[in-house]
């Protein structure tokens, strides 16, 4: 008997080892550490299908990672003879019919052995195998034959799977869990392993749909089924009977839509795009972090997963599809511009699951139609999309206001059909380089935004070479869009919906998802060695600094993180901050001037401007610190109660603009844990009730100054706006004229004084800060659409001096006095 096993051991060691001649395999999942095996429980290994390939694979995996054996004795007294079994097999007959999957003899064992021994645990670890990783419809015969998919494969087609795609085999080990509790309440032996065959079926089924998705449909079935489905229809019939044109034209027009929107995926063109960026990344840069993937992978099983991403480059669609798809996800299918609808970059883009939208189809009744059908069949059959809820790129390196459009859509969709879940994951890039700084920097210096286009991306190329350092790619929090709607809307699943109807609940849902949804982007941010040197560099006088204190800044501002995160999913740099400056010099974003006393580190020319992008994409980590700290620039001391309202009553306004992650109600707790930190550190000294700033002269009162800058100019832009309107009183300037005011004073300021953040005179910001002031009460707006404030802005007007030096609020009075014309009063 053992020269028996002896033998096949042999035969097993020789065949594993022919067969990785050919096979290459990517492996998620496979480490200890992402594993978590208790080295005190035995171990046993699941494949879903019994095949000599699979036990072939999963051996040299293990070998491959240092995991225990499948192949040896499980360790548990009387157990079964290998650490592994297949859930299923399928007995062989000769006649053809389909018989039921059965359980595994050694399934049964192990069960048994559970049962009979209460004491006994194991860990199950689930193991899937995909060969070539295809949907389960193509184009391609061969390819519906030969690669994996929704159906059991029999042995002569698994050879000639292996033969084909041995190359591009995926495999992904799941975290274990326990067998005792699995069947745990089982009162027999039978039902024991008819539940862990339920639960193995299910995860199985759950791994399988996320890493090759639902089952596809041919494009062409796709758009016909458009143009046939009843909004679709009624939208035709509408529109041929508005413009008076035969139906058969309404239609024909609604089948052209059809076809511009809907995407054209390839799995083929999935696996050059792979290759193709493999070698972009290789070459653009020095690595990609990957945080929190686990997030995507549980997200992707049994729902339609929405990835709402912040959008800072159009590296952005391609980074998230290409990180997804190397960690056993389905790429999304993702809404894209029709801008990037161009020659020979379009169609790739369509293959690669890019579905095209138009900027605005409010006036197309029939395109809207369209569309929505469109969204509503990526839904329901569960697959995977992607898109922008800030719209556009952000060209001053914050998160944007949201565009509640394709959100208010995912929502309707949902509404007509919620048997399938919808989880939204937030992603957040941080890039330590972005590719379009050039650009970005012409925009934001006043140069006009130019179109995309071939020519454009082909001069792009040139960037090759360069080093833009590394970009973190973090997954956020989900948000489950069912448990939003039981919350906003405890009665929704009551209401009956279809594709015309909008509840007037419906917009402030969608605001409240658009917010957290940003919101929860923003809480995965990532701490780097570039916005690091940004945030201290941008709060010096000349954008110069020595070398060792500026290290010893940056260290401080990343430990000050570091003991109190702005969220769990926030990640941080490793080294030390001469490791960081160094980082900096190698990307060429800083000049070193060499010093015997030591040497100074300068930002110099367009790149103090473009560090305001990197600054501003942590702008929101340092908020409430920086808000604590600013308070104290003018002031010696406060009592600890006048410092918390003074902050509390500010908090609204900045948590608008910022996307901060606290409730104006819990704030007041967030506030003193940062006082209590503050003084820690030492960068607030307590005595009693009264907090005071650090003595001046000392490195603390630097440190607390540079953490101070972070919001300085944010709360001079405030102050700007109520300086006009006190300019000129009640009922006397409209929101429109106040924001159109206050873009071009703070221009004007940014100029005279130096401040060298375009954001400063971001429009957006303005409007965003004259909604809140309206939205809390401070300004109302009579029957023509002028301003009128109650008294409570002049007791902001007057708490400004806590923040602002006498100097600065003097110069905006003046540059106010001067600068801004009456506007014309319209005649009675």
């Known amino acids: 008997m053992r020269s028996l096993t002896g033998l096949t051991s042999l035969l097993l060691t020789l065949l594993r080892k022919f067969l990785y001649l050919w096979v290459r395999s990517k492996v998620v999942g496979a480490s200890r550490d992402q594993l978590d095996l208790d080295p005190e429980k035995p171990v046993c290994y699941v494949i879903q299908h019994n095949s000599l390939s699979s036990r072939l694979v999963l051996e040299q995996e293990l070998r491959r990672a240092g995991l225990p054996s499948a192949e040896q004795r499980l360790s548990v007294p009387g157990g079964p003879r290998r650490s592994f079994f297949f859930l299923y097999y399928r007995r062989v007959r000769i006649r053809r019919r389909r018989q039921p999957p059965t359980m595994t003899p050694r399934l049964r064992e192990l069960v048994n052995l559970s049962v009979n021994e209460p004491s006994l ?11 070539g990783r295809s949907p389960d419809k193509e184009r391609s015969l061969l390819k519906i034959i030969l690669a994996d998919s929704w159906s ?6 698994k050879f000639f799977t292996i033969l084909i795609h041995g190359r591009n085999l995926f495999v992904q080990f799941s975290r274990p869990f326990s067998l005792k509790d699995a069947i745990a309440e089982s009162p027999n032996e039978e039902l024991a392993q008819r539940k862990l065959a339920r639960v193995l079926r299910v995860h199985f089924r759950r791994v399988r749909q996320a890493v090759i998705g639902p089952d596809l449909s041919h494009r062409r079935t796709l758009v016909n089924s458009l143009v046939r489905s009843q909004p679709v229809k009624k939208a035709i019939r509408e529109t041929a009977e508005h413009e008076n044109i035969p139906r058969l034209k309404a239609r024909d027009r609604a089948l052209k839509y059809a076809h511009e929107i809907a995407s054209n995926f390839s ?13 972009l990344w290789n070459r653009l840069y020095d690595g990609i972090r990957i945080n929190n993937i686990e997030t995507a992978q549980e997200a992707a099983q049994d729902n339609a997963v929405v990835y709402v991403p912040s959008h800072r480059s159009h590296i952005d669609y391609l980074l998230l599809s290409y990180v997804l798809y190397k960690n056993g996800l389905m790429p999304p299918h993702i809404a894209a511009g029709i801008n990037l609808n161009m020659p020979i970059i379009g169609p790739l883009l369509r293959r690669g699951g890019a579905f095209f939208m138009r900027r605005s189809f409010r006036d197309n009744p029939l395109y809207s139609a369209v569309f929505n059908e469109y969204m509503h069949v990526m839904f329901t059959r569960g697959f995977s999309v992607e898109y922008f809820v800030e719209g556009g790129r952000s060209r001053t390196g914050r998160t944007l206001q949201p565009r509640p459009g394709m959100l208010s859509m995912t929502v309707r969709s949902f509404l007509r059909d919620p048997r399938k879940p919808i989880v939204f994951v937030p992603v ?12 970005y920097l012409g925009e934001l210096q006043g140069t006009r935004k130019k179109k995309e286009g071939l020519l454009g991306l082909v001069r792009s190329v040139r960037n090759l070479k360069r080093s833009f350092g590394q970009v973190s790619v973090n997954f956020g929090q989900p948000i489950q869009l069912a448990e939003v709607l039981d919350e906003q809307r405890p009665g929704w699943r009551t209401e009956s919906y279809d594709e015309d109807y909008r509840p007037e609940w419906l917009p402030s849902v969608v605001n409240d998802l658009a917010r957290q949804t940003v919101t929860r982007i923003n809480e995965a941010a990532a701490l780097n060695p570039v916005n690091l040197l940004a945030t201290v560099m941008l709060a010096t006088e000349r954008l110069a600094m020595d070398e060792r204190l500026l290290a010893q800044l940056m260290e401080d501002l990343c430990n000050l993180l570091r003991q109190q995160p702005y969220s769990d999913r926030m990640t941080f740099p490793e080294g030390s901050g001469a490791d960081w400056i160094a980082y900096n010099e190698k990307m060429g974003l800083i000049v070193r001037r060499r010093q015997r006393l030591g040497d100074i580190i300068m930002l110099e020319g367009r790149h103090a401007v473009l560090m305001t992008y990197y600054r501003n994409n942590v702008q929101h980590l340092f908020a409430i610190p920086a808000l604590i700290a600013s308070l104290f620039e003018n002031n010696s001391s406060l009592e600890r109660e006048r410092l918390i309202f003074l902050a509390r009553s500010i908090y609204p306004y900045i948590r608008s603009e910022l996307f901060l992650r606290w409730d104006p109600a819990s704030i007041d707790g ?3 844990d940062w006082i209590d930190r503050l003084v820690d550190e030492g960068l607030l000294v307590a005595e009693g009730n009264l907090l005071y700033r650090p003595a001046p002269g000392t490195a603390d ?4 100054s540079i953490l101070s800058h972070g919001i300085i100019q944010t709360l001079q832009r405030y102050y700007l706006s109520i300086a006009i309107l006190r300019k000129f009183g009640s009922n006397a300037i409209t929101a429109e004229e106040l924001e159109e005011q206050s873009t071009l004073l703070a221009e004007r300021v940014s100029v005279l004084f130096g401040l060298n953040a375009p954001e400063f005179f971001d429009k957006t910001l303005f409007r965003n800060f004259i909604a809140n002031l309206q939205a809390n009460g401070i300004l109302k707006t009579d029957d023509e659409g002028r301003l009128s404030y109650r008294s409570g802005l002049e007791e902001v007007a007057e708490e400004a001096r806590l923040v602002l030096s006498s100097e600065l609020r003097q110069s905006i009075l003046q540059v106010t006095n001067v600068s801004v014309p009456v506007p014309e009063q319209s005649e009675q």
Do not use: C, H
């Open 701 to 704: 009162v630097v440190r607390l």
């Open 152 to 157: 059991v494969t029999g042995p002569l087609q």
């Open 428 to 439: 957040y890039f941080g890039y330590e380089k972005v590719l379009e700084g050039g650009s």
């Open 121 to 131: 645990d194991v860990q199950i670890v689930p193991v899937s195998l995909f060969w």
């Open 267 to 279: 799995m083929a063109t999935i696996r050059f795009l792979e290759v193709v960026l493999s070698w």
């Open 670 to 672: 967030i506030l003193n």
